[in-house]
């Protein structure tokens, strides 16, 4: 037994598995299990897997049916046998020390939960140059939840809640209320985790550096596809972020403000991605989603109450508060042409939201 499970969800990554590897064996902390659990690939992953973990001793391979992240990271949960447990998508990139601090964090603490800074790592090769943006927060350790309450939003609003790979679990917690991702989900299933644990933790301990790197974007191509229940899956992400600040006694100005101004984001993103079903979807019928959207009695309501934080979002959402299709259209068009052909000022633009 290790005191620290890693779980590693794997889908067709031949091209990074053999560098993810080499990350775990740089690590200064060495009592460890990474537990890859391969999601059913069709392009050799697994066969490389078993090959490379074979005489490692730290090294497990899991081989299941293809289910999406949520599934594999399920099934790394029911492998791991740490008193911690981590996760790492296989692309992203470790700091040697990661895991020593995180794991040194939770023993000076005795922490539910660990959280580092990260950088967002976008790796442009088409001329543009690589943009690397930095989250973090104070660090602090926050015991009970009269001493969480004060940065509650703000932890969100930093964006440090909002991923698993930038935190350290402690297993007990998970185990003895049978937490589990929620199957079938994209995009949010890291935040529907984070805040089924948060409502069963009593501490928190946060880092301030920047200790993992998470890759989005490679070679200059965007890993935005289109997808055609984006604001179904938005708008429930909208609800249920409701549910979890009443459930904590904490539905008031503050957090409404927060889920409005996310959500309202959100759609922003959702409008975008339209764009990305090119041909598939003609003017026409991108002007009817849109005007769908942007009329929505939620929508409405939330972009009413939302406090941008930037010109550029004050921009992106003027023709959203104001209903206008056209505006819109032309708008979130030219946005979607500068995510393809600069993905790299794209972010840089998006992080000043």
Avoid at 27 to 55: C, N, P, R
Avoid at 211 to 222: D, H, I, K, P, W
Wanted: with cysteine; proline share 2%; glycine share 6%.
């Amino acid at each position: 037994m290790s005191r620290l499970s890693i779980v590693i969800p794997v889908y067709n990554a031949k091209p990074y598995l053999k560098k993810c590897m080499e990350y775990l064996h740089s690590q200064t902390y060495q009592d460890w299990e990474a537990i890859f659990v391969d999601d059913g690939s069709t392009d050799g992953s697994g066969a490389i897997l078993d090959k490379l973990t074979a005489d490692e001793r730290r090294f497990h391979v899991v081989h299941q049916q293809n289910g999406g992240t949520a599934r594999a990271r399920n099934g790394g949960l029911e492998r791991a046998s740490g008193e911690y447990v981590t996760f790492m998508d296989c692309d992203d990139e470790l700091n040697p020390t990661m895991y020593e601090k995180l794991v040194r964090l939770m023993d000076d603490t005795g922490a539910d939960m660990g959280i580092c800074g990260y950088y967002f790592k976008i790796e442009d090769a088409g001329g543009h140059g690589t943009y690397l943006e930095e989250k973090s927060y104070p660090s602090c350790f926050l015991k009970g939840w009269e001493q969480i309450r004060p940065h509650y939003i703000d932890l969100w609003d930093k964006d440090m809640l909002s991923n698993v790979w930038n935190k350290i679990y402690r297993m007990d917690v998970i185990t003895s209320k049978n937490l589990h991702y929620r199957d079938g989900h994209v995009y949010t299933e890291d935040r529907v985790f984070n805040r089924q644990f948060l409502e069963n933790c009593q501490s928190i301990a946060v880092t301030q550096e920047c200790l993992y790197y998470y890759v989005r974007e490679r070679a200059g191509s965007t890993s935005e596809k289109y997808r055609e229940d984006a604001f179904t899956i938005r708008h429930k992400e909208y609800q249920e972020f409701q549910t979890h600040f009443k459930a904590l006694h904490m539905w008031d100005e503050v957090s409404r403000e927060y889920v409005c101004r996310e959500f309202t984001e959100r759609i922003a993103g959702c409008i975008e991605n339209i764009f990305h079903a090119g041909r598939k979807l003609g003017g026409k019928e991108k002007r009817r989603r849109i005007r769908k959207m942007i009329t929505h009695p939620d929508v409405i309501k939330a972009v009413s109450r939302a406090k941008c934080r930037s010109r550029k979002m004050r921009l992106l959402v003027f023709p959203i508060r104001h209903q206008s299709v056209c505006l819109t259209y032309m708008i979130y068009g030219a946005v979607y042409l500068i995510r393809r052909n600069n993905p790299a000022l794209f972010h840089k633009l998006k992080g000043r939201r």
